[in-house]
């Protein structure tokens, strides 16, 4: 049996790795879930899934849910402080990291540093720390199984690459150390990320001047939060995804290629030097990468639809539109200078986006708020966690 800690238990990923648990026939058991304000859903899920202990925001949340499961043995803890216990519990081998934006670093790290397993869909947790999170992870030993379907999809065409890479050192390419593809899969040429081009796929700049929350919220394909489904319409999500790829298979942001394909049902394809690509399709649905980073390396069954090529007419394809979009090309930008960049990036995205939600800035100014912080923070360094969480703070505060 698999014991599985939770980060964002309340969010999409993370109601649906609940579901993905409870469906495993007793495989997988969930020992400690963590959400934030959703106090009533958390009350819930410790009912229907008894983990030992839950997390809520803050005291004044954790106290609300206390007196509701008054009745359970449940252990009720807050803040960042509960995060971590969440994200360091003895009993788990691993950790879904499922919160949605940069809060979801420092639970991250804690859990890696507690040599825990990470099944990740926190991208922004390699976006801003790429580098430290997978030095960590490789120091630990532990496993990095992306949740993100692009990357779960890259993960599996990989599967059974590295064997045959000539530099293979089978000191450190045991089963627990499966990241850094480009390091031992040296047959990979480059990566084809697939983006379904979100709702505003094949509009103008024009016609996006004066697009609702609401249409933006619209995804022609996936149910997701707020955050990310903003990110989608932007592109900004598959920026991120650029960098998270680069990141986890050691490869350059040059070697990834981002092809527009609306059907979302290729979910991303490896291309190797002799010139095959290897594709990973299924219907688009997230249960399918959660449960393959919880069951990895085996593959067990799922009722997930099948993909019916008799009905199943055609899949286009399509380069993205970056001059529009343009914050696939910002996120590229920042992917490439490196450093301090993609933190800033980051960080003025979440805060852009938050105002774009909340009715304050029009849908295209989200990409000048972006554009504008990292000018001016262009010359910024970071050294360690410490100051990417400082620069995140500073970022925020200034970004208008
Ligand atoms: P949701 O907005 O649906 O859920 C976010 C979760 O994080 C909730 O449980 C929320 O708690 C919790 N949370 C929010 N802020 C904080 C905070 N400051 N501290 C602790 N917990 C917090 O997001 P998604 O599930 O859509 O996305 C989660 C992550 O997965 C994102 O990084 C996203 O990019 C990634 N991802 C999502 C996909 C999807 O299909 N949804 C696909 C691929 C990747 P509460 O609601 O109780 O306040």
Known sequence: MKKISILGSTGSIGTQGLEVAAESGGAIE???????????????QIRKYRPKIACAADEEAAKRLATAVADTSAKIVAGKDGLIEVATVS?????????????????????????????????????????????????????????????????????????????????????????????????????????????????????????TVEQALRHPSWSM???????????????????????????????????????????????????????QMSR?????????????????????????????????????????????ALAKEAGKVGGALPVVMNAANEVAVEKFLQGEIAFLRIADIIEETMNKYSNVSCNGLEDIIKLDMEVRKTTL
Do not use: W
């Open 91 to 211: 009993e788990c081998d691993m950790v879904l990291s499922a919160i949605v934006g940069f809060a979801g670093l420092e639970p991250t790290v804690a859990a890696i540093r507690a040599g825990k397993n990470i099944a990740l869909a926190n991208k922004e947790t390699l976006v801003a720390a790429g580098d430290i999170v997978m030095n960590l992870a490789r120091e630990r030993k532990i496993d990095i199984i992306p949740v993100d379907s692009e990357h779960s999809a890259i993960f599996q065409c990989l599967n059974g690459e590295k064997s045959i890479a000539p530099q293979v050192d089978h000191n450190k390419t045991d089963d627990s150390y499966v990241n850094n593809a480009k390091n031992y899969v040296n047959s990979l040429e480059k990566i084809l990320l697939t983006a379904s081009g979100g709702p505003f796929f094949g509009k103008t700049r024009g016609e996006l001047e004066n697009v």
């Open 284 to 328: 688009p649905s997230m249960k399918h990468p959660i449960q393959y980073a919880f069951t990895y390396p085996r593959r067990e069954f799922s009722p997930m639809e099948r993909v019916d090529f008799k009905t199943l007419k055609t899949l286009t394809f399509a380069p993205p539109d970056e001059e529009t979009f343009r914050c696939l």
């Open 30 to 44: 969930v020992v400690a879930i963590a959400g934030n304000r959703n106090v009533e859903l958390l009350e819930q």
């Open 225 to 279: 939060g707020a955050k990310i489904t903003i990110d989608s319409a932007t592109l900004m999500n598959k920026g991120l995804e650029v960098i998270e790829a680069a990141v986890l298979f050691g490869v350059d942001i040059d070697d990834i290629e981002v092809v527009v394909h609306r059907e979302s049902i290729i979910h991303s394809m490896a291309q190797f030097v002799d010139g095959s690509i290897i594709a």
